[in-house]
């Protein structure tokens, strides 16, 4: 029978999900100057796990800070939950493409900054979807749009230079 | 910062001016109809949901098509057809009325483009 | 502190798209009342601005009644008062009637002299010839002969004597048609009524004949005019204080008739509808003067539609040609935003 060890890097990979679902938490505390716009300092975690362990792992710290994040808020399959779920999937599309893609063609790769962009966009756009689709289904939702883009604008510009911070401190 | 970085950045960053405009440059687009016959208010209906309406009037019913935020008159039975040919209504303030039906269509939208139209 | 997260993205956003569609009516635009009404065989709009609900309701329907009296008053072909002048004119002596009919008689006169006869309201037998008294025209067009023989007897406002509530005509052919200036005259009336009654800021529009005073709370009046040529608005104008606005055009009342279309507005001089132009717009402050304007300057022509309008003491008008030319004065030019694209040639001219 197989020990169950964990290794050295899967430690640092649950050590980063429950910083992941911290800063999850605590973000969702903080006033949010309207719906859908929040700083996503969670997506920080997302990425340094992706360029560090890859693919595979981002998507497991980001769909457990989904999941843990909503059930410690109490929140779980209530609407919060639902865009956040669709944000984050349609942001890890993102990142595998992104990613992906800078893997077979050198050309193309994207550091750190370039696919929080990316991960930003695709989160909103993910959640504005669901929002859209499912829950309000008003042409007065579009008159949001562009201010929530511009959000994810920023705030995937500053995570992406947070992200490349701390990434470069990991290194050390 | 890579290339691909700054293409993306840039990207991101040019697409937002589009978005401004397509959501908000049309801001008069209309969200409602009201639908009045003989001066009185029949039916207010959302020009976001796609449907065929039936509307009795003075002289029959005048059928009148809602699809992807616009209105107009597709039958009525009056001899003219000028509401028919009024064509597609989208922008809050634009209307087009059967008279001898006594029906009438007016767009309206969170803030009107205009307050009255002059023809 | 954990309650905030329960403020569902759904929720919220709720919040928002009402906060965003209530705060811009609450604004500065603080009530807007409108009403619609059926009158003159048209949708009569009234907008009335800044104040409670109620005195504008109360001042809605009193013009309400007031359009449908002129309605009934001047009606060319369903029995009215004019119909009973008209009866009463060929026989050529003087005759009596009531002192309120006297002004709109009077005024169209004087619009009549100022456009060298191109506005002329006498010619009500040549309307009813090319069957345009009905709801709905359908032709066909009258015998050529027909139609010369009435151009021929002349009929024009100066053949009548309009004194001390009494009318007398001196040319047996004049039949009285105030089909051009019913809906301005009637729009005046409104106007003058809304402001006996203390309304200070309103619309009246009378199927696009429009008269707007004062101002929408802190911006002026909207007004858009409608694209003769498809459906939409062509350009938009913004109006306050004491204005009106009126378009006639070749595309409001026609038939069509052996693959020809014919317009409602006839030509005094040669008794057939008038060819080159096919809107005019005139600005002017009462409704009535650009009632009559627009269509003696679309009678007029491309040649002669500027020298009407300054006879007229119209300052701002446009006018669209058969290929959709636009032209206008500098003064109007100014003040008008197109909004189609591409927008139509333009031509400005300097002096109207």
Partial sequence: MPALTATREDLRIAWLAALAVTVHIAESALPSPMPGVKPGLANVITLVVLLRYGLAAAAWVALLRVFAGSLLLGTFLSPTFMLSLAGTLASLCALGAGYGLGRLWPAARLSVLGLSVLAALAHMAGQFWLAYAWFIPHPGLFYLLPVLMTAAVIFGVLSGIISGAMLKRLEI | MTRADFIVTLGAVALLPFLYVASWGNGARGEQARILVGGKEYARVPLYKAQRLEIPGALGVSVLEIKDGKIRFIASPCRGKQCVHSGWLALSGEFAACLPNRISVHVAGREPRYDAVNF | ?352
């Avoid at chain 3, 060929?90 to 009077?106: K, N, S, T, W, Y």
């Avoid at chain 3, 004062?214 to 306050?240: C, D, F, T, V």
């Avoid at chain 3, 007229?312 to 694209?341: H, K, S, W």
């Fill in chain 3, 1 to 352: 502190m954990c309650a905030f997260p329960r403020y569902s993205l759904l929720a919220t956003s709720y919040c928002l798209i009402l906060l965003l569609a209530t705060s811009s009516c609450s604004k500065q635009e603080a009530s807007l009342y409108q009403e619609q009404i059926l009158a003159l065989g048209a949708l009569v709009d009234i907008s009335i601005s800044g104040v409670e609900p109620e005195r504008a309701q109360q001042a809605a329907s009193t013009v309400a009644d007031d359009f449908n009296r002129i309605h009934r008053t001047w009606h060319a072909w369903q029995e009215s008062e004019l119909t009973r002048i008209n009866a009463r004119l060929p026989g050529g002596a003087a005759f009596p009637v009531q002192a309120d009919l006297m002004p709109l008689m009077v005024r169209a006169q004087e619009l009549s002299r100022q456009s060298e006869g191109l506005f002329n309201p006498a010619i009500g037998k040549l309307i009813a010839l090319w069957g345009f008294h009905s709801d709905e025209p359908i032709g066909p067009p009258p015998d050529p002969g027909a139609v010369a023989a009435l151009v021929a007897q002349c009929p024009g406002m100066d053949d009548l004597r309009l004194e001390n509530n009494f009318v007398q005509s001196r040319n047996p052919a004049v039949q009285l048609d105030f089909g051009a200036i019913g809906q301005g005259y009637a729009v005046d009336a409104a106007i003058e009524h809304l402001r006996k009654l203390g309304i200070e800021n309103a619309i009246v529009n009378a199927s696009g004949d429009i008269r707007v005073i004062g101002k929408h709370g802190a911006r002026p009046w909207r007004i858009g005019i409608r694209n003769p040529r498809a459906p939409g608005i062509l350009a938009s104008i913004e109006m306050q204080g004491d204005e009106s606005i009126v378009t006639s055009g070749t595309y409001e009342r026609f038939f069509e008739y052996g693959g020809q279309r014919y317009h409602h507005i006839i030509d005094p001089r040669n008794g057939y509808p008038a060819q080159g132009l096919t809107s005019v717009t005139v600005l002017h402050r009462d409704a009535v003067t650009a009632d009559a304007a627009s269509t003696a300057l679309l009678v007029a022509g491309l040649k002669d539609w500027r020298r009407i309008a300054r006879a007229m003491g119209v300052e701002q008008a446009m006018v669209i040609d058969e290929q959709g030319t636009v032209y206008m004065n500098a003064a109007l030019a100014r003040r008008i935003r197109f909004e189609i694209t591409p927008a139509p040639k333009i031509e400005i001219i300097d002096s109207p």
